[in-house]
């Protein structure tokens, strides 16, 4: 028996189980985990919570060893995924993908929305993320590749005009038209604030029996009940 005839010989399961973070990966979730759910002594020896690496937002993992361990599992799910979901080939995300920035941003909280629907007690979570998620994902994906990556990696069709953007003609443009708007501010400003109240309030003092006004404690001149007014 050849080699290859021994590999398709030998048992194979129907299923993989999804990939588990590495080392670092599952420390950055840990501390997460205890700044939602810790003692106020463990919440507090974290510092400073935003600043806490969230694998999901792959820019936030700033510590060398994390990142690359983040890439190393993120590969891993990729590969999970070809594998267990892509029937078709247009489904099959593509080997380039660490080249195209909006399907890492995408692929870290697939990934993240898979690993805590894993982990629930119930099946719930996986099936909003296997009937909302996932196929999100792949229209999105299928949407924005359509079929520049298909048998090798093309450059970035968007890059003239995204160069464009950054060039200083379309940068001033857009800087006078910041400018134009603050400018426009103190004429509409009025629009926005509330009417101040006609006259000033009064503080007076009033005979109860006979309804007269006897003093004004804000300054104003007193008066007497006419007849024509009402008592209360």
Request: net charge negative.
């Given at each position: ?30 501390e ?10 463990e ?28 890439w ?48 629930a ?21 299928r ?14 069709p ?8 950054l060039?200083?003609a ?51 001149q ?11």
């Open positions: 028996m050849t080699t290859e005839q021994a590999r398709r010989a030998a048992p194979s399961p129907m299923v993989f189980p999804f990939p588990v973070p590495v080392e670092q990966v599952r420390l950055a979730y840990r997460l985990h205890i700044a939602i759910n810790g003692t106020e002594e919440k507090k020896a974290l510092g400073h919570h935003a600043l806490l690496p969230r694998p999901w937002e792959p820019a936030t993992c700033l510590d060398p060893e994390l990142r690359y361990q983040l190393e599992w993120l590969e891993d799910v990729v590969a999970w995924l070809n594998r267990e979901y892509a029937w078709d080939v247009s489904g099959l995300i593509p080997s380039c993908w660490p080249l195209h920035p909006h399907m890492v941003h995408e692929i870290a909280v697939l990934a993240d929305q898979r690993r805590r629907a894993g982990l007690m119930t099946s719930d979570a996986l099936e909003e993320w296997h009937r909302y998620c996932l196929p999100a994902f792949t229209d999105r994906m949407n924005r590749l359509r079929a520049h990556c298909d048998d090798e990696h093309k450059s970035w968007a890059k003239p005009r995204h160069n464009e953007h060039g200083e379309s940068t001033q443009r857009r800087e006078n038209a910041f400018a134009r708007d603050v400018d426009a501010l103190p004429a509409n400003r009025r629009a926005y604030e509330q009417p101040e109240p006609v006259g000033r309030p009064r503080l007076v003092e009033v005979d109860l029996d006979t309804g007269e006004i006897k003093d004004d404690l804000l300054g104003a007193p008066r007497t009940r006419t007849e024509k007014e009402p008592r209360d």
